[in-house]
């Protein structure tokens, strides 16, 4: 395997599968065998997930809802989407942890840095749920932090597009992949990968995205073993 530890990045919306919000069981069972493959080849897996398909707190505003309270609503719906996946994780086999960013200590062990490690090396899945624990933090800036704080060797951030491209494939249908690209021309190009923080956040610690399809069967696998699939950056 080429990577021994990664941080894996899935969005909330990716569970609604073709529901329009909420969790899709299919979805979910999906992904939890993609992930178990993976974790049976000898990598250690830590993840974050998103909240949109239950809540996002950017769009709280639009609501009225105070936009403090609105990122810990969405935060909570971080927590809801880790509590289904490690719930998938444990039905096929997988030991698991759930660690959040505050504290719910009936559902999830407070994130301690050290603790996750251990649970890394003992072969647990850890799921990082809550965001950072702090309001303005996007979900992909968690994944950048946790990836760093863990010592993940890479982030991969599972999408419905199978890498960066020069313009929105979904609308441009003459926007072209890049198979790699570095941090710098991600920036000089204004392409959309992550938020600034958490991207800055990779690039200061030297850290590679690798942007995949997450719906295309294998792709997880065939990734961390080395084949080239979807945009690294680096």
Do not use: W
Not at 42 to 50: H, K, L
């Amino acid at each position: 395997m080429k990577y021994k530890r990664i941080l894996l990045k899935l969005s909330g919306e990716a569970l609604m599968g073709e529901q329009a919000f909420g969790i899709d069981s299919n979805r979910l069972h999906q992904y939890a065998l993609e992930i178990r493959r993976v974790k049976e080849a000898g990598v250690e897996i830590a993840i974050v997930i998103g909240g949109g398909n239950i809540f996002r707190g950017v769009q709280a505003e639009k609501s009225g809802i105070d936009r403090v309270q609105g990122d810990y609503m969405g935060m909570l719906a971080t927590v809801i989407n880790g509590m289904a996946l490690q719930s998938a994780l444990e039905k096929i086999g997988l030991y698991t942890r759930l660690m959040s960013g505050f504290k719910i200590e009936q559902v999830c062990e407070p994130f301690i840095r050290r603790r996750a490690v251990r649970h890394l090396e003992k072969g647990r899945v850890v799921i990082f749920g809550a965001g950072t624990g702090n309001p303005y933090f996007t979900t992909d800036s968690t994944a950048s932090l946790r990836a760093i704080e863990v010592e993940a060797d890479v982030v991969l951030k599972g999408t419905r597009v199978d890498g960066v491209y020069t313009a929105d494939p979904e609308k441009d249908p003459t926007a072209k992949r890049f198979s790699t690209i570095t941090f710098k021309e991600v920036y000089q190009k204004k392409l959309n990968v992550m938020d600034m923080t958490a991207f800055t956040l990779c690039q200061e610690n030297n850290l590679p995205i690798i942007v995949f399809d997450m719906n295309k069967p294998g792709n997880l696998y065939n990734l961390v073993s080395g084949q080239e699939v979807g945009t690294l950056i680096n």
